[in-house]
């Protein structure tokens, strides 16, 4: 017989679409920050509220509302085994009932920290995942989607949001649209996981981040003059009430419009007694 060693050539050739490319691309963006994707069971165990009437596994019958539980699952069962958590994200479809109607939506979850010990410094020693590092890598995530978020204090709590810790979370606001939320893991809820380390924990709407029609900032190319000057970096330390969000002091340094700063930035927090009270 002879077969020919090259391939066919399709007929039909469909481009992808745009809310593909931007979960591809959303994808791509979370494996080079070091992630992993998982993928679990829309059915789950614990309660809801949409059932289904005639499910194949009784036990699996209740469609599933966050995909942070099986985000969390997975990192419990690692930690049982002896072993680290897996920095590790989902992007899945859930499902909730709104105007009598059960409705799709397509939603990101991440899940850092655990056991992943990371050194600011090579002289100093490793530490868990905190805060400010974990909400840094979230940040870099959106601005590599070209996607401005607000950080604003989370005012509400439902049964998902009741995980987090009340003064350790944020919502997101894009578009003057709530898109989700980000925060630690409360202690109740990791003493009832039986986890004795920091999880911190993302949930938002990609359909909401899919509607803007920008390109890709970090892509688009300046050419200037190179200055004569080297760059300079400055240390400012700022007494501020504890309960100040981080973001409206940020807007409040804004104010200034001074044109050689080109970067602000928070690395670092110290509270002390000598400072005053709740300083």
Not at 8 to 25: L, M, V, W, Y
Not at 45 to 60: F, M
Request: net charge positive; charged share 25%; proline share 2%.
């Amino acid at each position: 017989h002879k077969f020919k060693s090259s391939l066919p050539c399709t007929q039909f050739t469909k481009k992808p679409s745009e809310k593909r490319k931007f979960r591809d691309k959303s994808r791509s963006v979370l494996r080079n920050l070091g992630l992993t994707e998982l993928v679990h069971y829309s059915l789950i165990k614990s309660r809801g509220e949409i059932t289904l009437n005639n499910p194949l596994i009784q036990d699996y019958s209740i469609l599933r509302c966050s995909l942070l539980e099986g985000l969390i699952q997975s990192n419990v069962h690692n930690l049982r085994q002896s072993n680290q958590t897996v920095d590790s994200f989902e992007i899945g479809t859930v499902f909730k009932i709104s105007n009598n109607k059960i409705t799709e939506t397509t939603k990101l979850a991440v899940i850092l920290g655990g056991n992943l010990d990371i050194r600011s410094e090579w002289s100093q020693a490793p530490h868990a995942l905190n805060w400010y590092e974990a909400k840094g890598i979230i940040e870099n995530f959106f601005y590599k989607i070209n996607r401005q978020i607000l950080w604003t204090k989370r005012d509400k709590v439902d049964n998902c949001e009741s995980l987090m810790h009340k003064r350790k979370s944020a919502t997101l606001i894009y578009d003057n649209n709530t898109v989700g939320l980000f925060g630690e893991l409360n202690q109740l809820t990791c003493s009832k996981l039986g986890v004795n380390t920091k999880l911190f924990v993302l949930e938002i709407d990609l359909n909401i981040l899919e509607r803007s029609k920008s390109t890709l900032n970090y892509l688009n190319y300046q050419v200037k003059s190179y200055s004569k000057y080297p760059s300079i970096t400055r240390d400012l330390s700022i007494i501020v009430p504890k309960n100040m969000e981080t973001q409206y002091l940020f807007t409040l340094l804004d104010q200034f419009h001074d044109k050689e700063l080109e970067n602000t930035t928070l690395f670092d927090q110290y509270s002390n007694q000598l400072l005053g009270k709740n300083k």
